[in-house]
């Protein structure tokens, strides 16, 4: 009896919160009866999450690309999915952001080509000037010669030897060297080349072409005793072919200018290169 009257007083002492309790009861039971009948009993199946934030990744990455164009790479990919459920998880274009300045330069790379001069001495005591012209795209030496006495007209002569119609460049960036005269400047106007002369005292802008001054430097000529003309002619065409078809360079990914391939099977050989300054490894397949 002690426990009933327990219980009773429990009961009673609760009752006024017994409406809301039951009300409340009411309306889970009614919330879990109307998920189960509305569950989805068909229609698409869910994507992965990787797959939504792939195609976030690739919106955001290629602003210019739409739901068909990101829908189709997806496609080459392997994954099957609908192009309205692309459409549903791309960001939306006013929240991409645009090019950047890299991407910006890179694109009008192929377009500048920058020129500059170096002195050298000989065993003789005598001084050369080697001439060369760097395409900016990819880091080219498009061409080298060598003089004794540069003037306007041996500079006009050599950027035409340098260009042909299909490497044509809109402009070049040189310094602000007194051989470069009138007849050249009128030459690089016949041609359709913009002439863009550096500051005064700024060769950081014409940055390229110093920094592969400088690595003629480092890696060839500070190495050697030139003879003559020839001699220093042939030196740099040797350097320039190694440089443009071997050796690496950080701007370009690692790759040469006229992209080296990745080889991966064969056994590793070397050869010299450059009168043996330098080493080029290859593999090749065994017999």
């Known amino acids: ?62 602003p210019l690309w739409g739901a068909p164009r990101i829908h189709g790479e997806l496609l080459k990919l392997g994954f099957r999915v609908a192009q309205s459920t692309v459409s549903r998880y791309m960001v939306p274009r006013r929240g991409r952001p645009t090019q950047g300045w890299l991407t910006f330069l890179r694109n009008h790379a192929d377009a500048i080509a920058g020129i500059d001069m170096l002195c050298v001495p000989t065993l003789g005591l005598r001084r050369f000037y080697a001439f060369v012209v760097l395409g900016h795209g990819r880091r080219k030496i498009l061409h080298v010669e060598v003089t004794t006495h540069p003037t306007a007209l041996w500079l006009a002569h050599q950027i035409g030897e340098a260009f042909r119609e299909e490497t044509m460049p809109i402009y070049i960036i040189r310094d602000n060297d007194g051989a470069d005269g009138l007849i050249f400047r009128r030459r690089l106007r016949a041609m359709g080349i913009r002439d863009r002369p550096t500051s005064p005292h700024a060769p950081w802008q014409n940055g390229h072409a110093e920094r592969l001054i400088g690595s003629i430097r480092r890696e060839c000529l500070d190495h050697l005793v030139i003879l003559n003309a020839g001699h220093l002619r042939r030196v740099l065409r040797r350097y320039a072919l190694y440089y443009n078809a071997d050796r690496t360079h950080l701007a370009l990914d690692k790759d040469s200018p006229l992209i080296r391939a990745i080889e991966t099977q064969g056994r590793i050989t070397s050869e010299p290169a450059v009168g043996g300054l330098h080493r080029r490894y290859r593999r090749v397949l065994r017999d």
């Open 1 to 62: 009896m002690a426990i009933f009257f327990i219980v009773f007083g429990w009961f009673a002492r609760d009752a006024a919160r017994w409406p809301a309790r039951i009300a409340a009861a009411h309306r889970r039971l009614w919330c879990i009866w109307w998920r189960r009948k509305s569950r989805p009993r068909g229609g698409r199946p869910p994507i992965n999450a990787d797959l939504i934030v792939l195609i976030r990744r690739m919106s955001l990455e290629c």
